[in-house]
Each structure stands twice: as structure tokens, then as C-alpha cells.
């Protein structure tokens, strides 16, 4: 017997439903069909706006660029439908909603440096809906950094780093207005390159005037601000943190600018990212003998490094992405809580505990010495780098007094390894120089300068 047989096709309100059911298979039919043709010709005729768009942008771009104003001319600005925006930044509203989204596409970025971390950043914020980017470098497109820069490819090779993320930026998010500065930051023209009130600036440069110079000008006016710290010569991506400028440590870029910053008045109050990590057997690539005498004619520009530091290309692009989050939640207003971590909190008490005792067995002195657990640790970390100033050794470190007959205090204070402290601590007065060498000493002397130049900022 066939199934047929056992439906009753006379009964009228089979016939009825039959009817209903096919109906209504026609109408969703053509329903999703005539969606599907709509959807497939808003596409198409997106990608030819925005073929057309890109063409126009590159043939009308300034002959200027990368004589300094690195800004093309005023085209018509394409206006994608709002619908596709919505459907490309579909998973950025399910995270921060409506609100937040609404935030981030009206802001305005400014990102200056487009190396593997700046490049990666600004591509991240791009993708993230700010539909406002500054982007600013002086340099150009190498072969050599292809290995870390987020969109370059070899045909980009030769041209204006700023130029060549434009250009991959118009395909990605064609309703962004993207500034293009071929420029290097100076104090002087910081005027002109961070003018239109941004809402934040990403400092991704890798010289330290420069850094510092960047970070200086936005807290002078009031501008947010977050930078980036040594992504080089690093390899371990579980060591990345976001923190404070003031809660670093392990860092030698941020060691410098910390210190630097110091004697521009900047203590804390900006955001960095960087690693942990302890810098690994990798060092700079050696300058040729024949250069070594005249190393400043070999620089791209003057006071800018001549050697090559090692750089694993997924290092800085961690960087840049963990820089572009973090920006885009601060400014959806999605708050999040970076853990700034110091794994020697009991280092530092330790070493307090024990120059006391030193003091008060070594030098009979009283114990209630003028320095404290957070004194202990800046002099720990920031004058003698935490380790030995004599051997550079980490194991069994100590604090003592460099002149024994003065008291422990800022200036007075030297890290060495338990044997080398002891030893130390026997050196009859004045005999410092007969028993290190001049050159030593002059070190020890040398950061106890430095210490003495940025403590009226502590």
C-alpha cells in the first residue's frame, strides 16, 4: 500500500492545508531568493564603488607626498550602505553594544610609527570601526620588514609606510577617513601632527628622544596616550603586559623612558605596553669594522640606531594588537582592569630586611635606617637594574653602602652579590679606587648622578 493511498485527497480541508502548506513554501521561496539577489547586488556594487573610490584616491594623490604633508587631495568620500557596516561590525555590537560601537566609530586615532607594532595597531583599530585615522611615519616600506609589518607586501616595497597602509586600509574599510602624514614627530611639529583633538595617540616609535618627546607633549596637553615599550629581541608572548609606566620592570626601553620621563616631571600616568620577558641571548647584528669610526653617517637620520636589533615578527604584532584592544574598550567605554604585576614584593623586603641587619651588625648603626620596602626596590630596579653592579650576577643579591662611612641613603647605596657585599664592606675608607679601578668607580659615581638628577620627581 503507498502512502498516497492514505490520505484522504477528497477530504477538503486536506486539500485546504495542502494548498496553505504550498503556498507558503512559495512565498519564503521568493522571499529568500529576492534577498539573496539584493544581498548579491548591494556586494556587487560596493566592490565597484569601492574599485572606483581607490582609483580615484590613488590618481589624485598629492605629488607631495613624503615632502612632509603626506596628504593626498581632497576626493569625494565614499559612503558605504549602513547596513554592510553594521553586518562587518556584527560581532564588535554583540560585544560592546550599541552604545560602545556608536563611541569607537566617531573616534579619532592617532598612531605614530607603522612598523611591525604600529602597523598591526592601526590595522586592529581599523577593523575594530574607527572610522578616524591619523597615521604618521617618515619612513618606507623594506624587505626586511616584511617580516613583521601587518599588511605590507613585497610590491609595497619602496613605498611610504603611511602610503602603503592607506591604500590596504580603503579595501578593508572603505567609509574610514584615514590622514596619511609622511612625517617624522618632532616637538615642532607636534603642533600640526596631533592638532584636531584625538581622542588618543599610540606612541609605536622605537627611538627614545622621540618616545619620550611624544609622551611628554600629550600629558602637557592633556591628550590620552598609550605606548609602546621594547618588542625586540623577545620571544615569549605569555609575558606581555599592559600597566602603568611606573609599575614596569624587566623592560630596558621602559627602564629609559621611565627614567627620562622623570626629568621631563612625567612619574606615572601612562599606559605602556611591554614584556617581562628578561632580553635573551639574541644581540645587535655587528657593524662592519669599516664603519664602526663614522657609525652616525650610517644612520637613516641623525641620533637614529645604526645596528640591527633581532626581532621575531609575531612578538610585535602582539603588541600592536594588544595596544588596539585595549584602546578600543577604553574608548567604548567597556572598562577593563590590567593586572600590573611585580613578581618581587618579597625580593624587596627581603633586601630591606637585610641591609638593616647590615647596618645595624656591620656598621653599628641604628637599625631605623631612612629608606624603606618601596625605597629598597626603586634602588633595586631603577639605580642598579637588579643585579650586581660589579658582576652583573643575579643570585644572592644584597644592598650595602658604597662609602662606608656615610649612611645608607639613595645615593649610597650599592647592589652586589653576598661574597662581593661582604668584601666590600671590609674596604678601609678612601682605598675604593685602589681596590676597583678608576672606571668602575666612575660607574658606581655615575648613577649615583643620575639618581641625584631625577629624585626631585620621587
Not at 642598579?384 to 649610597?412: E, H, I
Request: a neutral charge.
Amino acid at each position: 500500500m503507498r502512502v498516497a493511498d492514505l490520505i484522504p485527497i477528497d477530504d477538503p480541508r486536506v486539500r485546504l492545508a495542502a494548498v496553505a502548506l504550498a503556498a507558503s513554501a512559495l512565498t519564503a521561496t521568493t522571499i529568500f531568493t529576492a534577498q539573496y539577489f539584493d544581498k548579491r547586488n548591494k556586494i556587487k556594487k560596493i566592490k565597484e564603488e569601492i574599485s572606483q573610490s581607490l582609483h580615484t584616491t590613488l590618481s589624485h594623490m598629492d605629488d607631495g607626498l613624503g615632502q612632509g604633508n603626506g596628504h593626498g587631495r581632497a576626493v569625494k568620500p565614499f559612503v558605504a550602505d549602513e547596513g554592510l557596516i553594521r553586518e562587518q561590525l556584527a560581532r564588535n555590537y554583540a560585544f560592546l553594544g550599541e552604545e560602545g560601537v556608536a563611541k569607537v566609530r566617531k573616534s579619532f586615532v592617532v598612531v605614530v610609527g607603522l612598523g611591525g607594532v604600529g602597523s598591526h595597531a592601526a590595522h586592529m583599530l581599523l577593523r575594530s570601526g574607527v572610522e578616524h585615522l591619523r597615521l604618521i611615519d617618515f619612513d618606507q616600506v623594506t624587505l626586511s620588514s616584511l617580516n613583521r609589518h601587518a599588511l605590507a607586501t613585497q610590491n609595497d616595497v619602496g613605498t611610504p609606510k603611511a602610503t602603503c597602509l592607506k591604500k590596504h586600509f580603503n579595501e578593508i574599510f572603505p567609509n574610514a577617513k584615514i590622514e596619511i602624514c609622511v612625517d617624522m614627530y618632532t616637538p615642532t611639529s607636534a603642533p600640526l601632527l596631533l592638532a584636531g583633538n584625538p581622542d588618543f595617540v599610540l606612541d609605536c616609535i622605537d627611538n627614545l628622544s622621540t618616545k619620550v618627546d611624544l609622551i611628554k607633549y600629550c600629558k602637557q596637553n592633556n591628550i590620552r596616550v598609550m605606548s609602546s615599550m621594547g618588542a625586540g629581541a623577545k620571544a615569549d608572548p605569555s609575558r606581555i603586559q599592559i600597566a602603568d609606566i611606573s609599575d614596569t620592570f624587566e623592560d630596558p626601553l621602559a627602564r629609559a623612558t621611565r627614567r627620562r620621563l622623570r626629568l621631563e616631571g612625567v612619574e606615572s600616568g601612562v599606559t605602556v605596553v611591554y614584556s617581562t620577558e628578561k632580553p635573551g641571548p639574541v644581540t645587535l647584528l655587528p657593524l662592519e669594522e669599516d664603519k664602526v669610526a663614522n657609525a652616525d653617517e650610517y644612520a637613516a637620520l641623525p641620533n637614529f640606531r645604526v645596528r640591527i636589533l633581532p626581532v621575531l615578527g609575531t612578538l610585535p604584532a602582539l603588541f600592536g594588537n594588544s595596544m588596539a584592544s585595549h584602546v578600543v574598550t577604553e574608548l567604548a567605554g567597556f572598562k577593563t582592569e590590567p593586572l600590573p604585576i611585580k613578581l618581587r614584593p618579597k625580593t624587596y623586603e627581603r633586601l630591606h630586611r637585610d641591609l638593616v641587619n647590615r647596618e645595624k651588625d656591620v656598621f653599628k648603626a641604628s637599625p631605623n635606617i631612612p629608606l624603606n620596602v618601596g625605597d629598597v626596590g626603586y634602588i633595586f630596579e631603577e639605580i642598579w637594574r637588579g643585579r650586581s653592579a660589579l658582576s652583573n650576577g643575579f643570585d644572592k643579591l644584597q644592598l650595602t653602602r658604597w662609602d662606608v662611612t656615610k649612611p645608607a641613603a639613595f645615593n649610597n647605596v650599592i647592589c652586589f652579590t653576598r661574597v662581593e657585599a661582604d668584601k666590600h664592606d671590609k674596604i678601609l675608607p678612601g682605598q675604593l679606587e685602589s681596590t676597583y679601578g678608576r672606571e668602575f668607580v666612575d660607574f658606581v659615581e655615575g648613577r649615583f648622578e643620575e639618581e641625584r638628577r631625577v629624585r626631585k620627581w620621587r
